[in-house]
């Protein structure tokens, strides 16, 4: 389950640009690989990262992975219904599973289109 | 279950498995050269022989002396229990087993253990304990940092030494820059630490009661450490912790304690235990082992490790930490210890040891020259400043049997004449009477 009317990142997050806004969560492959999740680590509304810095990591059942930044900007808001339900990402990571919103700084670079991703995810699914 | 690793007959097993022949084809790929060439080792000797050598050595420690050295470790009565019950065959190893089809026995004893430090501290989380309490401090400063994002860390000089070396060391190849604000006169300095913090700051280290005796409440430093989002961690004594206000109840953020003063012997510096707590903001970055009670698939209550992800195991360099081995038997001895006393019990022996020490401050003080160092309240221990320097006190009493304490001079600048006396439950009256007078004498 690749939306086409998003970007990717190779390290397994999904982008929804709407002008200086994007939204970022986790895509379904991911999700699927970590297994039930129980916790969702997420930085505070104000920090800024650059795109590809670590902005936090999502626990599961089985692993604790990292979770990066698609795009470089500040947070503005961040999906605090995970704290208590990180099982949202899980059931609907492109919709209430979604983690946080940046306001961009620049041009986001080195993004996938879907089809770019489904090959990366075939890649690895190997 | 047994904890021999495997018998013959598993290994011939396991290597008709994979078709090998021998343990030493297995191991072909390492040549010769790289094998160790001795292990240097002397010939065997009989029971008996063994049994007389180590006992001509054993008798050469001074078992039998009146010992008044506290400074972090403390000489309190352990109930026949505690050994009786960890020396159970189902407890008694070095390894702690953690499966829980196999160890459901371990697994609630720890999770017992847990729920006896979170009330003894006040606080809402506890781990399964790391090896003592310098290393719980070492792991709660961690947590901080990873925490924070932030590399400042305030540490109080009325924090034990013995811990402020430990930090050093575990810290010397880590990017973190120690803030050392210094004791007055024996005393934590609260306005200075409060003046050190700032929005760089990861951590507050300080310690209840310091290690000069005094009591302290850190409610208001606690709270301006949350208001610059520095994460309050305080080293706690067990066994006065009955009687002071909690850790949790001053709002800590973590507490860490050592272990040993429930129910371990003193026994030359270890095995002791580490106690590790936290509130439930820091919990993901507790690390070590956490024992947490489910239902399993019909409903029975069950024990198993919880939250493993943050763990070495699964997360390798990215784990809290790779130094995290718990105590199980030493945190065993402490649930004992804990049960066997209960809340009274602990009380007893914590107000027993107070009165002592004040016993004992003001049979010191009484001795022309002897001055208090420790102002204010004070619990089990104390410091007073002698007219000469306390090694020289040290080293006339303890020939004669009786310990005076610890000298200051080791670890301050200035405090060369300083002895820090400790009282436990075990400290007679005709002890402390004893001690009093052999001081006068060795003062004149």
């Not at chain 1, 999700?31 to 509304?45: A, C, K, N, R, Y």
């Not at chain 1, 219904?81 to 986001?108: A, C, H, M, Q, R």
């Not at chain 2, 499966?99 to 720890?110: K, R």
């Not at chain 2, 208001?227 to 953020?253: E, F």
Request: net charge negative; charged share 25%; hydrophobic share 40%.
């Amino acid at each position: 389950m690749i939306p086409d009317d998003l970007l990717y990142a190779k390290s397994h997050e999904w982008v929804l640009i709407e002008g200086d806004i994007a939204t970022v969560g986790i895509t379904d492959f991911a999700q699927e690989q970590l297994g039930d999740l129980t916790f969702v680590e997420l930085p505070e509304v104000g920090d800024t990262f650059e795109a590809g810095s670590e902005m936090g990591s999502v626990e599961s059942v089985k692993a604790a992975s990292e979770i990066y930044s698609p795009v470089s900007g500040e947070v503005i808001e961040v999906n605090e219904s995970l704290e208590d339900n990180p099982e949202k990402v899980n059931e609907e990571p492109y919709g209430d599973g979604w983690l946080l919103k940046f306001k961009i700084k620049g041009t986001p670079e080195g993004l996938l289109d879907a089809d770019e991703y489904a090959t990366v995810v075939e890649s690895e699914a190997h | 279950m047994p904890y021999v690793p495997h018998t013959e007959d598993e290994v011939r097993e396991m290597l008709a498995v994979i078709g090998v022949d021998s343990v030493e084809d297995l191991f072909a790929e390492i040549t010769e050269d790289m094998r160790p060439q001795s292990f240097d080792l002397p010939e065997g000797l009989s029971e008996m022989e063994v049994l007389s050598k180590l006992e001509a050595m054993a008798a050469k420690n001074t078992i039998n002396s009146v010992s008044f050295l506290g400074a972090g470790f403390y000489d309190h009565y352990i109930p026949a229990a505690v050994d009786a019950l960890t020396m159970r065959g189902e407890f008694y190893t070095a390894y702690t087993p953690y499966q829980p089809e196999a160890s459901q026995g371990t697994l609630q004893a720890i999770f017992e253990y847990q729920t006896g430090v979170t009330r003894l501290l006040g606080m809402e989380y506890a781990n399964a304990s790391v090896y003592d309490g310098g290393t719980a401090l070492y792991e709660a400063l961690m947590m901080a940092v990873r925490k924070t994002k932030r590399r400042k860390v305030i540490v109080s000089e009325a924090l034990n030494p013995i811990y402020r070396v430990m930090l050093d060391s575990y810290t010397s190849n880590l990017d973190i820059e120690f803030v050392t604000v210094p004791h007055k006169d024996g005393l934590t300095d609260i306005p200075g630490l409060k003046a050190a913090l700032d929005t760089d700051t990861a951590a507050l280290l300080v310690q209840n009661p310091n290690f000069f005796g005094s009591i302290n409440d850190f409610t208001e430093l606690f709270a301006a450490a949350k208001a610059v989002k520095a994460v309050s961690i305080i080293s706690s004594y067990p066994v006065l912790q009955t009687l002071l206000k909690t850790p949790g109840a001053m709002g800590a953020d973590i507490a860490v304690a050592e272990g040993q003063s429930l129910g371990l012997p003193l026994s030359f510096g270890g095995p002791y235990l580490g106690i590790m707590t936290c509130n439930k903001e820091m919990i993901r970055q507790m690390p070590g082992r956490i024992v947490g009670r489910t239902e399993d698939s019909e409903g029975r209550t069950g024990y198993v490790l919880t939250l493993q992800a943050r763990e070495q195991h699964i997360r390798r360099q990215k784990a809290t930490s790779n130094i995290c081995s718990n105590q199980s038997l030493c945190a065993l001895r402490a649930l004992v210890h804990m049960c066997a006393l209960g809340e009274l019990g602990l009380k007893r022996a914590a107000r027993i040891s107070v009165e002592r020490a004040h016993i004992c401050a003001e049979r010191l003080t009484a001795i022309p020259g002897v001055k208090m160092l420790t102002k204010g309240a004070f619990g089990n221990e104390f410091a007073v400043i002698l007219p000469v320097n306390a090694y020289e006190v040290i080293a006339k009493l303890t020939e004669r049997g009786f310990v005076p304490g610890f000298p200051l001079g080791r670890y301050f600048d200035g405090l060369e004449n300083g002895l820090l006396v400790a009282c436990t439950e075990k400290t007679s009256e005709e002890q402390i009477g004893i001690f009093a007078e052999m001081l006068r004498g060795a003062l004149k």
